[in-house]
């Protein structure tokens, strides 16, 4: 029954905790909320809210005594447990605290542990610290052992450490998980060594409330303008080889230049223009020339420049290009001819 009622209390503490925070978080900012963040900000975590101020928790777990302490219990070496504690942070580092601890049936007594001490604490990220707290407790047992072979003192005094995890919810309510050691729980046959492992929440008074954080991903589309390239050149020639009529490095290297600017520039067509020089028939010199601007043509198609906009012929060397050089005669000549326009 002892159990039931403490643990009743400690889910009535973390109720109220919840519901004080929940009202904090719906009342508006005030002066001293907006002081408190800054004072937050300055500390680099948003968690330390107020480092200072008076908090209340409750938590529940379970205390055994090791197997090399068992010869000293008659009875379960394992209990249930219920913790009651309250503190005061002078900053987010350093406190003080109190505790109430009562476990149900442990070797046949129920123990009711008082404490108090020192407690510090350690950031670890913005949310999740830990925590170590020494200090000294009293433990009083309700012994039920009816023969006394095996009895635990009825009162004695322990020094005792803990070591824990606290994950911040909001600035006032916290979850932790933790260990507490106490070292001389006397019986009749000697005495033994206690831990208590356990699971609760703190709530800590005068904290600003956390505002909700809604994220939403927002995708900006940005407007460019396109201007339409200006053609730099408006004739190319891609000289050949004696008889060559597949395109060289050099033809597609310039073809390249030509699908970039018909693409950029819809509204420009292309005429297409064989030739060669006067080496061979004319027989000859009209299929090669023929091939010539029909290869540079299929290259154009193939790279996505619409065959209506290409106007292709071949002339062979009966319409040749215009030089002032003497020795250009046959180099020039054996070439495709492109003009944009």
């Known amino acids: 029954m002892k159990l039931k009622s403490l643990s009743l209390a400690v889910v009535a503490a973390l109720s109220l905790g919840v519901a004080t925070s929940a009202m904090a978080a719906d009342a508006p900012a005030t002066a001293t909320n907006n002081t408190a963040l800054s004072q937050s900000a300055a500390t680099g975590h948003w968690y330390a809210g107020q480092g200072h101020g008076f908090w209340v928790g409750g938590a529940l777990g379970m205390g055994y005594v090791g197997s090399a302490d068992s010869g000293a219990f008659n009875g379960q070496t394992s209990a249930p447990s219920a913790k009651l504690d309250a503190g005061y942070d002078f900053n987010q580092y350093v406190g003080v605290y109190a505790s109430y601890d009562f476990m149900h049936d442990l070797g046949n007594s129920d123990l009711n542990l008082a404490t108090v001490g020192i407690k510090g604490n350690l950031p670890l990220t913005q949310k999740l610290s830990a925590f170590a707290k020494v200090g000294g407790t009293y433990i009083y047992a309700n012994d039920k052992d009816a023969n006394q072979v095996f009895h635990m003192h009825s ?11 606290s994950y911040q919810i909001t600035h006032a309510l916290s979850t932790q998980i933790g260990a507490d050691y106490y070292q001389n729980l006397r019986t009749s046959q000697g005495h033994a060594d206690l831990t ?6 703190t709530y800590k008074f005068g904290q600003p409330a956390t505002p909700a954080v809604v994220t939403n991903t927002v995708e900006v589309v940005k407007e460019v303008a396109v201007e339409a390239q200006i053609p730099t050149r408006s004739s190319y020639v891609l000289p050949y080889q004696n008889g060559q009529t597949k395109l060289n490095d050099y033809g597609r290297y310039n073809l390249g230049e030509v699908v970039a600017t018909m693409q950029a520039n819809p509204e420009v067509n292309a005429q297409i223009i064989g030739r060669t020089d006067k080496v061979g028939s004319q027989a000859i010199n009209e299929k090669i020339s023929a091939e010539r601007a029909a290869n540079v043509a299929s290259f154009l198609e193939a790279n996505g ?4 906009r290409l106007t292709v012929s ?7 290009i215009q030089t002032n050089s003497a020795d250009s005669t046959n180099y020039v000549q054996r070439s495709v001819q492109i003009i944009l326009k």
């Open 196 to 201: 208590q492992a356990y699971w609760g929440m």
């Open 314 to 320: 071949h002339v062979a060397n009966s319409n040749p």
């Open 305 to 308: 420049i619409s065959a209506s």
């Open 155 to 165: 009162d004695s005094f322990s020094a005792t450490g803990g070591l824990g995890l």
